[in-house]
């Protein structure tokens, strides 16, 4: 499940917080966030795990950080509260 984030990590640039990375992380997390087995600590493992991540914990904490977050609104909110139909009046 978590080498659905593989091409993410394999941005040159996935360890930056730059919108173009974040949404690759967000594309990828969409994939498995609803799978009943995802946990972002995993997700953090697997991360960490991965050639070309070691130094980068910080960012690795921030994106497990995040995928906890939007796993919490989706276990809230059903997930689609907002998701691709929000439009600015």
Known sequence: MYASFDPFLSRPTWHT???????????????????????PEKMGQYFSSQEGTAGFKYRIDELVTMAWAIKGFIGRTGGSAFYGSWSRP
């Open 17 to 39: 917080s730059h919108a173009l990375d974040d949404n690759a992380f967000f594309d990828c997390l969409a994939t498995v966030i609803s799978h009943p087995d995802f946990s």
